[in-house]
Nanobody, 123 residues
């Protein structure tokens, strides 16, 4: 499975961005999907995950109430709507796919990774 992330950019604090990730295969519909981020000098961290049918979602505490993960299996896409952005959200954001239909929050349990898209939030 190839993943292509897009939608990053520069935004002021309090603003919004929508990231999108397109998958190359229809088997995408049976995989859990996730978004991770990596800030300069820091480890890659979990942001959000969604199960195969979009019913179950999980977020890291720092983005709860601000970010929304969603998926469209008919279009093989997953999105991350990011609202009320803060400077500490600045990072390269990666989408990932796991050959597991349920929520996955552990980095090493994901099987496929996109190339990353840079989000910069200015204060």
């Amino acid at each position: 499975v190839q993943l292509q992330a897009s939608g990053g950019g520069l935004v002021q604090a309090g603003g919004s961005l929508r990231l999108s990730c397109a998958a190359s295969e229809r088997t995408f519909g049976s995989y859990a999907m996730g978004w991770f981020r990596q800030a300069p000098g820091k480890e890659r961290e979990f942001v959000a995950s969604i199960n195969w049918n979009g019913v179950s979602k999980k977020y890291t505490d720092s983005v709860k109430g601000r970010f929304i993960i969603s998926r469209d299996n008919a279009k093989n896409t997953v999105a991350l709507q990011m609202n009320s952005l803060k400077p500490e959200d600045t990072a390269v954001y990666y989408c990932a796919a796991a050959r597991n239909p349920n929520i996955v929050i552990v980095t090493t349990l994901y099987d496929y990774w996109g190339q990353g898209t840079l989000v910069t939030v200015s204060s």
